[in-house]
């Protein structure tokens, strides 16, 4: 990670135990490590990221998810449990940054160059938001959303919406008329994979990943992962086993494409 743009490009990483589908899923092991240590040493190695944060909640249920990040040297922000909205605000009082990178602690197959290609659309241009999502074109569970602080704040403190606080970046991009937005696509339509975890199921397909790659490169990448679906196809997980978080469904952003 590095100060790659000249300006602080905050990576915050959301997590709690109390997962509705598979609570306790972020310390679930995962070829060796809690699965949100896993993907905090793949968020380690995102260029355009001057340092990534935990952001979790003050309830108590995160005592052992804030004891086990800080134990491997990642640092935290505790804020509300419902309020997630309020926990990003949280963060950016804390260090102020002046770009924040959204992430989410169930994808343990996040994609370093995948990031960085959203981080560098980002600072292409003038924009309040850029994401791989709006239009999704990779698989889920490479989500990565980037946004000013300046919008993030100014939503905290306008919005009551209970969905607003809740997805954090909902606010920002269902005003287009507000906020300049951007999705970034990816070359081809891989939208159709599912790489996160969410249920039994979504775990055992990732711990099945990191068997067969990490021994030999604990720096995969996304190609890799493609690679090896092809040569087993029985291990592939699509949107036809759960469907992808349909938060866009009938909303049109009028975002631009990239």
């Known amino acids: 990670m590095g100060d790659t743009w000249g300006v602080m490009t905050l990576g915050v990483l959301q997590a709690r135990m109390t997962s509705s589908r598979l609570p306790g899923k972020v310390l679930a092991p995962l070829n060796g490590e809690p699965m949100i240590v896993r993907q905090l040493q793949r968020l380690d190695r995102v260029k355009g990221m001057t340092e990534v944060v935990v952001a979790t909640s003050v309830d108590s249920s995160d005592d052992a998810l804030v004891d086990v990040v800080t134990a491997h040297g990642w640092p935290v922000v505790r804020g509300p449990l419902d309020d997630v909205l ?57 989500d990565v959303e980037v946004v000013t602080a300046q919008a993030l704040t100014w939503l905290a403190e306008q919005t009551v919406d209970p969905h607003e606080r809740e997805h954090v970046t909902l606010g920002v991009y269902r005003r287009p008329e507000v906020f300049s ?4 696509l990816g070359s081809e339509d891989l939208s159709a994979l599912r790489w996160t975890v969410d249920t039994t199921a979504d775990l055992e397909f990732v711990r099945t990943i990191y068997e067969r790659l990490y021994s030999e490169n604990p720096e995969f990448e996304i190609w890799d992962v493609l690679r090896l679906i092809e040569q087993d196809p029985s291990l592939n997980r699509t949107s036809a086993d759960l469907p992808r978080n349909a938060a866009l469904t009938g909303l049109d952003t009028g975002a631009m494409q990239l």
Do not use: K
Not at 181 to 184: A, G, K, M, Y
């Open 86 to 142: 309020g926990r990003f605000a949280q963060v950016i009082r804390d260090y102020g940054p002046d770009v924040v990178v959204r992430l989410t602690a169930d994808c343990p197959l996040v994609s370093p160059s995948v990031a960085d290609l959203v981080i560098e659309r980002f600072h292409s241009g003038e924009y309040d938001y850029v994401s791989n999502t709006l239009t999704p074109s990779f698989p889920d569970g490479l």
């Open 181 to 184: 937005l951007l999705n970034v």
